[in-house]
C-alpha cells in the first residue's frame, strides 16, 4: 500500500480529533495519576518463600516501537544506544526474537499473558480526545507473570509510558504499584521512577521491576546532541526545519515527499529518539544502582517500518521491520557474553521469568523458557512462532514463521505471501507462486495452529459514537482504505 496525498491532506482536517498518539505532543495523557497508585484486583495467596531466598531481583525493561535492526548489537553501524550496548555485552542475545503482532496492545498483552492474541482477545484500541476506547479488557482468567511473581513473594512494581496499557484494561494486575504515565517522554519516565526508588532500595524480599519507555514512538523529534552526531552532513536549514517539527504528519510528509533525503533525515530523528530514551535509561542505573545487580531483560513491544514495504509506521502488516524485535537477558551484574538463533516470541517472557524466578509454570502459557539460570540458551528443538493483526477491517493478518519460512495469511484479501528469511531476510521476494507445496503446507500449518487457540471472554471498554467513528473511517482508521499509523 502507498499513502496519498489524500491521505495526508484528511489528516491535516481532522481538527480536534486525536487518535492514539496523534497528539502533536507527546505530552498527552491517558488515565495518568498524579502519584503511583495500589494496583487493582490482587491476589491474596502469598506462596511462603524459602527460608533462605535466593532468588532474584528482576527488571523487566522494554522500548515502545524499537526496531532490532537499529541497534549495534544486531550490527547497526549508527551507536545510537550505548549504555544498552553495555547491557547486552554481558547478556544472552537472542537474534530470532519475534513479536506476537506489530501493535501494542496485543503484544504486551501476549507478554504479560504469555498466550497468544487469539487466546487472550486484547487486539484492539484507539485513542479519542485523550481516552482510550474500544480496547478490550485482559481476561482475568488468564494469569500474568506479574501475578506470579508477586503470589511468590515479589514486591511488584511498574510505571509505563503508553496510555493504552492501564490499570482500566486489566494491564496492572499483580502490582502492587502500578503507574501509567501516558504517552510521554523519557524524562518524564524518569521522574516517575524517581518517586519508586526509595521504596524499591528498601523493599524486602524480591523486586520485580516493569518499566516500559514510549520513545521513539512517532512522532520522532530532533534530539541534539544526537541528530548532527548521526548526520554529520546535516545542514543548518535541515537542522532548523528538524527541530521544528513536533507532529507525526509533516514528519512523514518529509520523509513520503523528499525522496532517499528524506528517509535518511526521518530515521537520523529516529535514531536520535533511539539515543534520547538510552540516556535516561542510564540515568535509571546511576540513580538507582543496585539495578546492576538486578536480572535484566530487555525487548521491544514491536518494530516500526520506514518504506521498506511501501509504508511508514506499524500496526498495518507484519513484516520483519514490524514484528522482529531485540531481546537480551542479562544476569545479575552482567555474565558472558552470549548469543543464540533459536526462535523466540516475546510470549516467552512469563516462562522464562518464572523459570529464573524458581517459580510454577502456568499451564495456559503457550510459550516456553528461552533461556536456563546458567546464562545458556535451552535448545528445544525445531520451533514455529506466530504472529497476528486484527485490529481495523481490512487488515486482518496472520504469519507462521518456522526455522527458515515465513508464510503471512492476509485474511481480509485471501491471499498469502511466503518468504525464505535465510536468502531473503527482508522479504523482498515472495515466492508463494513458486513454492507452492511449502506455501501450501505453511498455510494448513498456520490454519490448524490458529484453531486451537481458543479465545477467553473478553470485555470491550469505551464506545464511539456514530460521527467521531465515520470521521475515524474516513481517515481510514476503520474501513477498507485503513492508513493506521497507531500504537
Not at 506462596?47 to 532490532?68: A, G, V, Y
Not at 487486539?123 to 479488557?137: A, D, N, S, Y
Not at 509454570?361 to 528443538?381: F, K, S
Request: glycine letters at 8%.
Amino acid at each position: 500500500m502507498q499513502f496519498s496525498g489524500g491521505f495526508l491532506s484528511l489528516l491535516a482536517l481532522a481538527g480536534g480529533l486525536w487518535l492514539s498518539g496523534c497528539n502533536s505532543e507527546k505530552a498527552a495523557q491517558v488515565n495518568t495519576p498524579k502519584t503511583p497508585q495500589p494496583a487493582a484486583e490482587m491476589r491474596p495467596n502469598i506462596q511462603s518463600p524459602p527460608e533462605e531466598d535466593s532468588r532474584p531481583d528482576i527488571l523487566l525493561l522494554t522500548i515502545d516501537t524499537l526496531r532490532q535492526e537499529n541497534l549495534s548489537f544486531y550490527g547497526y553501524t549508527v551507536e545510537n544506544a550505548p549504555f544498552l550496548s553495555s547491557l547486552a555485552a554481558g547478556a544472552t542475545i537472542f537474534d530470532r526474537a519475534y513479536s506476537t503482532s506489530s501493535w501494542t496492545v496485543p503484544a504486551v498483552a501476549s507478554m504479560l499473558t504469555g498466550v497468544y492474541p487469539s487466546t487472550h482477545g486484547a487486539i484492539h484500541g484507539v485513542v479519542l480526545k485523550g481516552k482510550v476506547v474500544q480496547q478490550e479488557v485482559l481476561p482475568a482468567s488468564l494469569p500474568t507473570i506479574a501475578e506470579k511473581l508477586h503470589a511468590a513473594g515479589y514486591r511488584t512494581y511498574a510505571v509505563v509510558a503508553n496510555g493504552h496499557i492501564d490499570a482500566s484494561h486489566g494491564f496492572a494486575r499483580g502490582f502492587d504499584t502500578f503507574d501509567c504515565i501516558g504517552f510521554v517522554p523519557a524524562d518524564t519516565a524518569g521522574a516517575a521512577l524517581d518517586r519508586l526508588s526509595e521504596g524499591i532500595a528498601n523493599t524486602e524480599g524480591p523486586v520485580f521491576l516493569w518499566v516500559h519507555y514510549f520513545d521513539p514512538h512517532q512522532p520522532c523529534f530532533a534530539h541534539e546532541p544526537w541528530l548532527s552526531r548521526f548526520r554529520a552532513d546535516l545542514t543548518e536549514a535541515e537542522r532548523n526545519r528538524l527541530a521544528a517539527m513536533r507532529d507525526r504528519k509533516s514528519i512523514w510528509e518529509m520523509i513520503l515527499k523528499e525522496g532517499r533525503r528524506g528517509r535518511e533525515l526521518g530515521m537520523a530523528m529516529y535514531d536520535s529518539e533511539i539515543a534520547y530514551c538510552d540516556q535516561y535509561i542510564g540515568d535509571l542505573f546511576k540513580k538507582m544502582p543496585f539495578l546492576d545487580q538486578f536480572l535484566i531483560m530487555v525487548t521491544a513491544d514491536h518494530g516500526d517500518e520506514y518504506l521498506e514495504h511501501g509504508d511508514l509506521g506499524h500496526g498495518f502488516n507484519l513484516y520483519e521491520e514490524t514484528v522482529k524485535i531485540p531481546f537480551f537477558v542479562r544476569p545479575p551484574g552482567g555474565g558472558e557474553a552470549r548469543r543464540s538463533d533459536r526462535l523466540m516470541s516475546i510470549l516467552d517472557v512469563p516462562p522464562t521469568l518464572a523459570a529464573l524466578a524458581g517459580i510454577t509454570v502456568d499451564d495456559q502459557w503457550q510459550g516456553r523458557a528461552v533461556i536456563g539460570v546458567d546464562g545458556d540458551p535451552l535448545l528445544e528443538g525445531r520451533r514455529e512462532v506466530l504472529a497476528e493483526l486484527d485490529r481495523f477491517k481490512g487488515y486482518s493478518q496472520s504469519a507462521i514463521i518456522t526455522e527458515r519460512w515465513k508464510l503471512i495469511w492476509n485474511r481480509s484479501r485471501g491471499s498469502v505471501e511466503l518468504y525464505d528469511l535465510l536468502s531473503d531476510p527482508m522479504e523482498g521476494k515472495d515466492t508463494s507462486a513458486s513454492a507452492t507445496k511449502k506455501s501450501a503446507s505453511l498455510f494448513e500449518d498456520l490454519r490448524w495452529r490458529l484453531s486451537e487457540l481458543r479465545q477467553t471472554g473478553v470485555t470491550t471498554t469505551g464506545a464511539v459514537d456514530p460521527d467521531r467513528l465515520e470521521a475515524l473511517r474516513m481517515l481510514g482508521y476503520v474501513g477498507e482504505q485503513n492508513e493506521n499509523i497507531d500504537h
